[in-house]
């Protein structure tokens, strides 16, 4: 009897397996390179989708535009449900020729330049919010109170949100506005006396190689503590960066691909900025401006020289 009552059961137990297996969708994550800031959300969000959904991943390194093409036609005809992209060009791929199937996308400098469909994409912006930045600039640096700031249209709504966080924490921020990106050196010049620190924002029009090189000159030759968006910057010879964690942004990735193979459309789910910032320092830069960090404040941030030698703050 014990025996009969298990054969019945079996079948119905495959059938519930086969359903189980029906409804598992098919994630796709595409990254820009094998670079780690593109890799480690990559396996983040894989890492978070597993076990619920088959994941597949591939990476744009070395594949030319007809390359990339016949990777997006092989994806079609994987029919994935969702479509997480890591990268501008990752993005660009699976809005431009991986189309109907919903765009999750994030580390996008410029999400906004490559005029992707709002209807059919969500993501997380690259851009931390200003009041986030405002606050972490005041918990590491709090006796520099007044920052210079030069912005272009594209990051007016951005600074006015900060000015009112950093009036809120008592700081000054004093913004010079320019409309092309060849006025950034008058611009910054003209702030240099005034101000205790400088904020560089992730503004693409006015982030130039010209201007980033003459940022770094001019900062040293200044003695001026410059606090940025990227770690490479620093390595570089800038102060500091507030940047996004991209482990946190990994698991936000995977949040918003989870949401959307439970049938939420991508147009629902508001595109948000990263959940954690990740503080670095540039190690020789600090002694050669005579600024300490709060020692309860270093197991808090990364600290790296000028050769770029990484190693957690102890």
């Not at 320019?178 to 029009?205: G, H, M």
């Not at 130039?208 to 001026?224: R, V």
């Not at 996004?244 to 691909?257: E, F, I, K, S």
Request: proline share 5%; glycine share 6%.
């Amino acid at each position: 009897m014990a025996v009969a009552k298990l054969l019945w059961c079996l079948p119905l137990a495959l059938v519930l397996m086969r359903a189980g297996q029906a409804k598992a969708a098919l994630v796709v994550v595409v990254k820009n390179s094998s670079e780690a800031k593109y890799a480690d959300p990559a396996r983040v969000v894989a890492n978070s989708l597993r076990g619920k959904h088959r994941i597949a991943s591939f990476d744009l390194d070395g594949r030319d535009m007809s390359a990339a093409k016949r990777l997006a036609q092989h994806i079609v005809g994987m029919h994935p449900n969702v479509f997480v992209a890591l990268g501008d060009k990752a993005a660009y791929l699976g809005d431009r020729f991986v189309k109907g199937v919903p765009l999750v996308f994030g580390m996008v400098a410029n999400w906004q330049a490559l005029h992707l469909r709002r209807s059919n994409s969500t993501g997380v912006r690259q851009n931390l919010a200003p009041e986030t930045m405002c606050s972490q600039i005041k918990m590491f640096m709090p006796k520099l109170r007044r920052i210079g700031v030069v912005y272009t249209r594209v990051s007016k709504h951005y600074v006015e949100r900060a000015m009112r966080r950093a009036a809120a924490l008592s700081m000054t921020l004093l913004p010079v506005f320019i409309n092309e990106p060849s006025e950034f050196k008058l611009a910054y010049k003209s702030l240099a006396e005034q101000v205790d620190i400088f904020w560089l924002v992730q503004d693409p029009t006015m982030v130039t190689k010209e201007n980033l090189k003459l940022l770094i000159a001019a900062s040293a030759e200044d003695k001026m503590p410059t606090v940025t968006y990227s770690s490479g910057l620093v390595k570089a010879g800038l102060l500091m960066s507030i940047a996004p964690d991209t482990t946190a942004v990994g698991h936000q990735l995977g949040r918003l691909a989870q949401a959307i193979t439970q049938g939420t459309a991508p147009a629902k789910l508001p595109m948000k900025p990263p959940d954690k910032a990740k503080v670095t320092f540039n190690q020789r830069t600090l002694k050669e401006l005579g600024l300490k960090i709060d020692p309860q404040l270093l197991d808090f941030v990364d600290l790296v020289s000028l050769k770029g030698l990484k190693g957690r703050g102890k």
